[in-house]
């Protein structure tokens, strides 16, 4: 069953002016006025000027008066829409094949089989909301199995996301007002002064009085909203997309002919792809059913190609995810994201040896929705510092951990506290308890001293680790430390901690 995923931007207007202009201070309240002839209004507010009692629709002289030092900025529907079309395009490149704008402050994705990708679903939603909020932007995120019912819901929650559980959208919005139903403005009113309030209370009611007064509209957005009917997501795409298509006299399903003619798009793909000196990151297959409804893969690839072989396999390695249904009438293939390519002469074993790529494996394990990624050192003494990950195929990072000690072949996820015997100040361990189990220590090495880091938290600027490696009698060795010099309390807790294994 389809998850579409919609995206509301509440603020997008104020949004766009404070990352336009960076020196408007955080606290300035901003209204945008749009104007019609001699009159002008409030047609977005941020959320200062919302607690200052700013309302869209007010006039703009009542709202000047209402709040002293409001910043007031002329709207601009043009920008608006170029930013967020600047937005859907980056969320196309990061989410999902079929992302779509949903005027006028709005983003819609079909999400199907790319929440595991990301966690699940609450933690795509999650995800999403803060990568928006790191890029300035307020967002409110809903997900439910259909645009109508995803559109409404993230508009109606006060909270950044929402997820409605599979099969119950009547009961997440029949207590919806029913100008989330997508209706003209004219028609939510005459349908307000009618009686009618809820989504519910409108789909409750004979459609053959309201369809006879307004038209087939209102009975088309309730067969959308409730899943009747498809509403398929055209997605965006930009004007340099390469892309190419098949369409078919005759609905294919059978998955050898499925498998032929994306081995044939891909074909024509790289065609493409050589001409312009690109390789492909991230492609996406795009299958069109003759019911109206999509379906979307997504291939990504560690680094820049145009291979024919390896595209097609990654591709005939997810096409039995394909539901065919009562036919496929249109096959698409599209570069979501390029980089250029050069030719490259490959290795001569005359002269040295071919270099091993272990990009395909790395792009296997990768498209079936595992992180691969690489660890690498950071200039800190600090031990969770000093270990970043990065992309598989980055280039290396010049930076080296240090010799002079030896480290454990694994660090812990988080320091974890034990019960420790020791003669302070410089004493290692006697004995250590660990995990409800107790160990006596036969030999230990230490102290090792790491100060803290003053230049990036000034809470750190008399903190003290000592560190010993200590073996017991079953010889394993941990490493451990204690948070404090010994003897003064300002210097560290003087609590025990457990921190690596040693092999």
């Known amino acids: 069953m389809t998850r579409v995923v919609s995206i509301y931007l509440p603020d ?19 209204a945008v006025i749009a104007k019609s002839g001699s009159k002008r209004w409030v047609s977005a507010t941020d959320s200062a000027a919302k607690k200052a009692g700013l309302r869209v629709g007010m006039q703009a002289a009542k ?5 002293q030092g409001l910043l007031m900025i002329d709207a601009d529907p043009k920008a608006d829409a170029d930013a967020l079309e600047r937005i859907t395009f980056w969320a196309l490149s990061q ?8 005027a006028p402050d709005g983003i819609v994705m079909d999400t199907d089989g790319a929440d595991h990708l990301r966690g699940g679903e609450l933690a795509m939603l999650s995800g999403i909301a803060n990568r928006f909020r790191g890029r300035g932007l307020t967002a409110r995120v809903a997900i439910a199995d259909t645009w109508g019912a995803a559109h409404a819901c993230a508009r109606a929650i006060t909270r950044e996301t929402v997820i409605v559980p599979r099969g119950e959208t009547v009961k997440a919005v029949e207590r919806l007002p029913i100008s989330l139903l ?10 307000r002064i009618l009686g009618f309030r809820t989504i519910g209370e409108l789909s409750a009611t004979p459609r053959a009085p309201l369809t006879l007064r307004f038209g087939p509209e209102i009975a088309r957005r309730l067969d959308q909203i409730f899943g009747r009917i498809g509403e398929p997501i055209d997605p965006i795409r930009t004007p340099d997309l390469i892309e190419v298509s098949r369409i078919f006299q005759e609905p294919i399903g059978a998955a050898e002919t499925i498998d032929k003619y994306v081995g044939r798009l891909v074909v024509e793909l790289c065609n493409q792809l050589q001409k312009k000196g690109l390789g492909v990151r991230r492609v996406d297959l795009i299958v069109h059913k003759v019911d ?3 379906q979307a893969l997504r291939a990504g690839t560690a680094k820049a190609a145009r291979d024919v072989a390896w595209l097609t396999k990654l591709f005939r390695d997810m096409t039995e995810k394909i539901d065919p249904g009562f036919g496929i009438e249109k096959l698409t293939l599209a570069a979501i994201m390029v980089e250029p390519l050069k030719e490259a002469q490959k290795a001569s074993s005359l002269v040295e040896d071919e270099i091993t790529d272990i990009t395909p494996l790395i792009d296997i394990f990768g498209n079936r929705g595992q992180r691969v990624y690489r660890l690498a050192p950071v200039a800190s003494d600090v031990p969770e510092r000093s270990v970043q990950r990065i992309a598989p195929v980055a280039h290396d ?3 080296a951990w240090p010799h002079h000690w030896p480290r454990p072949v694994r660090l812990l996820a988080h320091p974890e506290l034990v019960e420790v015997i020791a003669l302070m100040p410089d004493h290692p361990p006697v004995s250590v308890t660990w995990r409800g189990k107790r160990r006596k220590v036969k ?13 990036q938290r000034t809470s750190e600027w008399a903190a003290v680790r000592d560190y010993f490696i200590i073996e017991d009698e079953a010889g394993e060795r941990l490493w451990v430390f204690r948070a404090g010099d010994g003897v003064d309390s300002e210097t560290g807790s003087h609590k025990w901690f457990v921190q690596g294994i040693f092999a």
């Open 292 to 294: 109206n409804t999509t």
């Open 63 to 67: 709202a000047q008066a209402l709040f």
């Open 182 to 191: 997508r209706l003209p403005e004219k028609m939510v009113g005459d349908l």
């Open 397 to 399: 990072v010049v930076a």
């Open 95 to 102: 989410y999902s094949p079929i992302v779509a704008v949903d």
């Open 443 to 455: 030999r230990a090495d230490g102290p090792e001293r790491i100060f803290g880091e003053w230049w």
């Open 12 to 30: 997008l207007s104020t949004d766009r002016i404070r990352r336009a202009d960076p020196g408007i201070p955080a606290e300035q309240a901003i």
